[in-house]
C-alpha cells in the first residue's frame, strides 16, 4: 500500500513511473514495453495487474503506468503515444473524434465499480445525509465565488463555512460527478482545492473542520479515521444510502456509482506481448480489483467482457456521452460504434 502511494505521488508530478523504474530509462526494446496512462482511479488496478504480469514474464515485458487524468490519458492515446487507456469515465465525443482523425481504434473493456464518495472532516457530525440538490447548490458553477455556511444547506447545520475540495478538470471523477449532480459533465464552480492526488484531498478533509469533498470510494476506506462519509440520498427510493462494496453492487447508492475502463488500442494487439496482457488483465482484475479497494464485477459481466475483446469489438457503447446509473450488464449487450 505503501509503495503505491508513492508511486502515485510521483507520477502526478509527472515523473512518470513504471512499477518503480523511470520510463525514460528504460533499457528494453520498445517492443517489449507496454505503455499504459490515464486514470488516477484506475491506476491501482491497472499497477496491481502489471506487477504480477511482468512477474510471470520474468523481466521479459516491461509496463509502464502514468497518471495523466483520464482526459490527459485520452489525448496520449488518441495521438498513439500509449497502448492502453485508463478511463473512469466513458470516451467523449471530442475524444472519439480526436482518435478517428489520428485513425486510431479501440476496443472498450468495463473492468470494475467505484463509488464516489461526498466526504467531510471526522469532527462534523451534523451532516450524515445529504441530497443531490444540496450538493448541486454548492458545486455547480453559478455558485462560483459564493460562500456558503453548511447552515445555509440545512438550517439544523451550524454556521461554519463550507470549504471544498475535489479532482481536476482533467479527471474522470469530476467528470462523473458534475454529470451526476449538476447535470452536465464538467459544469462546476472553479474555486476550489483541486488536485489529480487523492491523498491532497484527503489531507485537505481531515484538516478544514467544515471540509465538503468527493473522491473514490477506495481512498475512504483506505483512510479510515482522516476522512468521514456522508450517506446520499437516492433520488429514486429517498432513502439515505452510505457508500459501499454492497451498496454499489446493489445498485442502491445512486447517482454516485460507476464502472470503470480500459480501452486497447487496436494497433497495439499487433504485438503479442499486449494481447497477452490484455488476457492477463481481465482474467484477474475481479481480485486484483478487490485487493486495492474496487468492486469487481459480477462473473457473467467478466464472461462478456472477455467475450468482446476475443470478437475485438471496436468502439464504445456510449455514443460519446457520459450515462448515470446503468448497469454494466446493460452496457456490455448494446453495440459498440466508432
Not at 497502448?83 to 470494475?112: V, W
Not at 489529480?196 to 483506505?222: I, Q, S, T
Not at 462519509?229 to 457508500?243: H, R
Request: charged letters at 25%; aromatic letters at 8%; glycine letters at 10%.
Amino acid at each position: 500500500m505503501v509503495k503505491r502511494l508513492i508511486s502515485k505521488k510521483l507520477l502526478a508530478l509527472g515523473l512518470g513511473v513504471g512499477l518503480g523504474i523511470l520510463g525514460n530509462v528504460l533499457p528494453a526494446k520498445a517492443s517489449s514495453i507496454i505503455k499504459v496512462d490515464g486514470s488516477s482511479t484506475v491506476y491501482p488496478i491497472t499497477e496491481g495487474i502489471a506487477e504480477e504480469f511482468q512477474k510471470m514474464k520474468k523481466g521479459a515485458v516491461k509496463v509502464t503506468v502514468g497518471i495523466s487524468g483520464t482526459g490527459g490519458g485520452f489525448k496520449k492515446f488518441c495521438r498513439g503515444e500509449t497502448d492502453i487507456q485508463n478511463a473512469s469515465r466513458p470516451i467523449l465525443k471530442r475524444e472519439m473524434e480526436e482518435c478517428r482523425k489520428a485513425g486510431i481504434q479501440y476496443i472498450e473493456l468495463p473492468i470494475a465499480y467505484d463509488g464516489l464518495a461526498v466526504v467531510v472532516n471526522p469532527k462534523n457530525n451534523w451532516a450524515t445525509c445529504m441530497t443531490v440538490e444540496q450538493l448541486k447548490e454548492v458545486w455547480k458553477p453559478e455558485s462560483q465565488g459564493k460562500k456558503f455556511n453548511w447552515s445555509d444547506l440545512d438550517p439544523k447545520w451550524p454556521k461554519v463555512e463550507v470549504k471544498l475540495c475535489g479532482p481536476g478538470t482533467d479527471s474522470g471523477t469530476f467528470d462523473y460527478f458534475t454529470e451526476a449532480v449538476v447535470g452536465k459533465a464538467k459544469s462546476s464552480r472553479g474555486d476550489y482545492l483541486a488536485s489529480e492526488d487523492d491523498n491532497v484531498l484527503v489531507h485537505f478533509a481531515n484538516k478544514e473542520r467544515g471540509a465538503l469533498c468527493y473522491f473514490g470510494l477506495a481512498y475512504v476506506e483506505e483512510n479510515k479515521g482522516k476522512v468521514k462519509a456522508v450517506a446520499i440520498k437516492n433520488p429514486q427510493t429517498g432513502k439515505c444510502v452510505m457508500p459501499s462494496t454492497e451498496s454499489v453492487m446493489k445498485g442502491e447508492y445512486q447517482p454516485l456509482s460507476r464502472p470503470l475502463f480500459i480501452y486497447v488500442s487496436v494497433k497495439s494487439l499487433e504485438r503479442p506481448e499486449v494481447r497477452e496482457f490484455v488476457d492477463f488483465y481481465i482474467k484477474n482484475v475481479g481480485k486484483i480489483a478487490r485487493q486495492v479497494g474496487y468492486i469487481p464485477l459480477p462473473a457473467k459481466a467478466y464472461d462478456l467482457v472477455k467475450q468482446r475483446f476475443d470478437k475485438r469489438v471496436v468502439g464504445t457503447v456510449f455514443g460519446g456521452e457520459l450515462q448515470v446509473g446503468l448497469t454494466v450488464e446493460e452496457l456490455l449487450k448494446r453495440e459498440a460504434r466508432q
